[in-house]
């Protein structure tokens, strides 16, 4: 089955620098990869998604890199802000409503 | 902007005791989820549940467990006998219909068996 690799586990950035996150894949068939953003005492929300037909998707200071030769998709947040402190998780999924297979988490800091 | 609710937020309870965590799903989404995430590791895919019935399930979702949508607006997760290791955030999840790939997710059940 699909099987999802995160990395860093920690990062910690100075606000306004940049931060980027890293994804693997295994699955080829895998063709949605979203990207869900985790503050204390709160469920995952979806902040940036991306689809196979796609190389890239930017929402304002986040975007989203594909690479399907190489399995593997980035996320990337521009100009840090202290509210962009969370931990951010990474997944796929093959298709509609099918499982998602999520990656361990990246927990960012951003030092003001 | 709807969201995803669950209750409780904690529940703690005995080993061999029965639980059953709640949910409400965004109204008029079809496909509903529950997902788990043991302290320090992934979040797992448990159970799919679509049209009253379950439509996929992971090697987890043994048994012990069983989900059921009672009325239009609950999905329940049941734990017929807890164990240690189902102490775990359960989420929530929920699609508006057939093919979304996005799922939005509740602010999870944490779940604590002593």
């Known amino acids: 089955g699909e099987n999802v690799e995160q990395h860093p586990s920690t990062l910690s950035v100075q606000e306004g620098d940049s931060a980027v996150i890293k994804c693997t894949y295994s699955d080829s068939a895998s063709n949605y990869f979203p990207w869900y953003k985790q503050e204390l005492g709160k469920g995952p929300q979806l902040i940036i998604d991306i689809r196979s037909n796609v190389g890239e998707k930017k929402d304002q200071r986040i975007a989203v890199t594909l690479n399907k030769t190489a399995k593997h998709f980035s996320l990337h947040i521009t100009e840090t802000q202290p509210e962009d402190s969370a931990v951010y998780f990474c997944a796929a999924s093959i298709t509609g409503n099918t499982p998602l297979v999520f990656g361990k988490g990246t927990r960012l800091s951003v030092i003001a | 902007e709807p969201e995803v609710t669950q209750t409780p937020s904690h529940q703690v309870t005995q080993m061999g005791q029965e639980v059953i965590l709640r949910c409400v799903p965004i109204s008029n989404h079809l496909y509903f989820y529950w997902y788990r995430q043991i302290l320090g590791q992934k979040v797992e895919f448990l159970v799919s549940?679509?049209?009253?019935?379950?439509?996929?399930k992971s090697e987890i979702f043994d048994d012990q467990f069983s989900v059921e949508r009672p009325d239009g607006s609950n999905f329940t997760l049941k734990i017929r006998s807890t164990k240690l290791e189902d102490s775990a955030m359960y989420f929530c999840?929920?699609?508006?219909?057939?093919?979304?790939?996005?799922?939005?997710f509740g602010p999870g059940t944490r779940l604590t068996v002593t």
């Open positions: 999840a929920s699609s508006p219909r057939t093919g979304t790939y996005e799922q939005y």
């Open positions: 549940f679509y049209n009253n019935e379950i439509s996929e």
